[in-house]
């Protein structure tokens, strides 16, 4: 009976151990979901791929202009007031890049909702950043492009419904 007894408080004091170390432990700084499989709509990204520009990303309190954030955490480091805020993990856009927001100079071929992105805890979309050009089919029609045909998708979505894909022309 002690014995039995023993092992239960050691197996829930272990248990316990695990989930405040769980619950304790800084959020990992993933730097985007990998990127999609190519398709006949997603063109192959033809700067440096996401994972080398990864590198050059950092973690802030603030998304310093020019800059675009890929993940966040809840954190007491960024707080002014004794309450939890939100810490982005902050990258220069980059073609190919699973961002949390759009950038001026870039269009996006793929969406997804994820919580990577979320300031409040539930989900928002995920953009895959492109550099515009000749070719490329886009969510949406940068300046100084055209299109010269379209397409519904799904990919481009940004609340479940489809949307129109744009095949790009510079002009």
């Known amino acids: 009976m002690l014995r039995s007894k023993l092992r239960s408080l050691l197996l829930g004091a272990g248990t316990a151990a695990v989930m405040l170390g769980t619950a ?3 959020a990992t700084a ?3 979901p990998a990127a999609p499989l190519p398709r006949a709509a997603d063109n192959a990204p033809t700067a440096a791929p996401a994972e080398e520009s990864a590198a050059a990303g950092f973690w802030s309190c603030t998304i310093p202009p020019g800059y675009t954030y890929t993940n ?3 954190t ?3 707080s002014t007031s004794g309450g939890f805020r939100t810490m982005y993990y902050v990258q220069p856009p980059a073609d190919g890049l ?3 927001t ?3 100079g870039y269009t996006y071929s793929n969406t997804q909702n994820t919580l990577s992105c979320s300031t409040s805890g539930g989900f928002r979309t995920m953009y895959y950043l492109r550099a515009p050009r000749t070719g490329l089919w886009a ?3 940068p300046p100084g492009f055209t299109y010269t045909s379209t397409q519904n998708t799904l990919s481009c979505s940004t609340s479940g419904g489809f949307r129109t894909m744009y095949y790009l022309r510079a002009f």
Do not use: D, E, G, K
């Open 102 to 104: 759009t950038m001026p």
């Open 98 to 100: 699973w961002a949390c």
């Open 30 to 32: 993933s730097a985007a």
């Open 24 to 26: 304790l432990a800084p």
């Open 72 to 74: 966040t955490q809840n």
């Open 76 to 78: 007491l480091s960024c």
């Open 139 to 141: 969510c949406t029609v």
